[in-house]
C-alpha cells in the first residue's frame, strides 16, 4: 500500500500504519456509522491524526484505498494506537511518522482548518439561535 494523501475527511495525517494480509478484527469490538454495522475485515490500515475543525486527535479505520469508514477521538497518540491494537490481531502495527509537508501541501491543511472552523462556528451559531427560538 502507498502512503495516505496529506488529508482525509478533513483530518491531517500524522501517523499511519498498513495492514499485513494476516492482520483481521479481533471481534472485541463492533463499530456503526449511523446505524450501519461497519465490516471491520474491509479495514487495512489506520491513521492517526489532527481533526482540522477542532484540534482534536483521532484515530481513522481505513479502507486499502485510504476510505474512512471510521473515526474516533482520543486524548493522545498512545490511547489512539492502543485501541487499535485492541480491535485487530496482528499487533503491534508498524506505525510510520508521516513525512514533512512541502510548502503546497501545507498551505492546503491551513486553508482546510481555516474553512472547517469557519464552518464549525456557522454551525454553532445557526443551532444557537435555533435552540433560542
Not at 4 to 30: A, E, H, K, Y
Not at 82 to 98: C, L, N, R, V
Request: proline share 5%; charged share 30%.
Amino acid at each position: 500500500m502507498s502512503e495516505p494523501p496529506v488529508l482525509i475527511d478533513g483530518v491531517q495525517v500524522l501517523r499511519f500504519c498498513n495492514f499485513s494480509p494476516d492482520t483481521r478484527p479481533t471481534g472485541r469490538r463492533t463499530i456503526f456509522a449511523g446505524d450501519e454495522k461497519i465490516d471491520l475485515a474491509k479495514v487495512r490500515a489506520l491513521v492517526v491524526g489532527e481533526n482540522l475543525s477542532n484540534g482534536d486527535l483521532v484515530l481513522l479505520h481505513c479502507t486499502s484505498d485510504w476510505r474512512a469508514l471510521a473515526c474516533f477521538g482520543f486524548e493522545n497518540v498512545d490511547a489512539a494506537e492502543e485501541s487499535a491494537s485492541a480491535a485487530y490481531i496482528g499487533a503491534p502495527f508498524p506505525w510510520k511518522q508521516y513525512r514533512t509537508l512541502t510548502q503546497t501541501e501545507m498551505a492546503e491543511v491551513e486553508s482546510t482548518r481555516a474553512v472547517l472552523k469557519a464552518w464549525s462556528a456557522d454551525y454553532e451559531r445557526k443551532r444557537l439561535k435555533d435552540d433560542n427560538d
